[in-house]
């Protein structure tokens, strides 16, 4: 009796820690408001996010991120009840200087779409391939964001001064 006690504590035990954990998820934004997650590479890339408006209006904006050096601007233009992605780039950045300048790949299957479009929020998800285009040796040829995610308040504008702001 002893040892079937001691076994179902024991299997207990492993069910609570088995199922009660969760690993962290790289792509998943919880509540999180105002920011951009991605893998680049193999590495998690998470960042505030930002709406960069070209005018008063919502039509074409800019969907912004900046972490360290990298930068990732995706331009998009509504088209009916969604936005469809119409230009992206990835730079490296030091100051007020490029040093390493991406363009999409499009021998690559770049991917975009907006999953909530509301007069608060845009929130959505990506894949995006990058080449490089200006830049020496030390930089990669090529940049990658898979699982990309965001969502952004229409209120969150970059501050002034900032890159697309």
Do not use: Q
Request: with cysteine; proline share 3%.
């Amino acid at each position: 009796m002893k040892t079937r006690l001691t076994f179902l504590i024991a299997a207990i035990a492993l069910m609570a820690t088995s199922f009660g954990c969760k690993k962290t998820n790289c792509c998943v934004l919880p509540e999180e408001t105002n920011a951009i997650i991605a893998l680049k590479g193999s590495d998690e890339w998470r960042t505030t996010g930002y709406l960069f408006k070209y005018n008063t209006r919502t039509d074409t904006v800019a969907v912004v991120g900046s972490k360290g050096r990298d930068n990732l601007t995706i331009t998009i233009k509504k088209s009916g009840n969604k936005y469809v992605m119409i230009e992206a780039t990835f730079y490296d950045l030091t100051g007020d200087i490029i040093n390493a300048d991406y363009a999409l790949d499009t021998s690559k299957t770049n991917s975009f779409e907006t999953t909530t479009s509301t007069s608060e929020l845009l929130e959505g998800k990506f894949n995006l391939y990058f080449k490089l285009v200006h830049g020496d040796s030390t930089y990669p040829k090529t940049v990658v964001f898979k699982n990309g995610l965001f969502r952004i308040r229409w209120d969150n504008l970059p501050p002034p001064g900032s890159l697309g702001g």
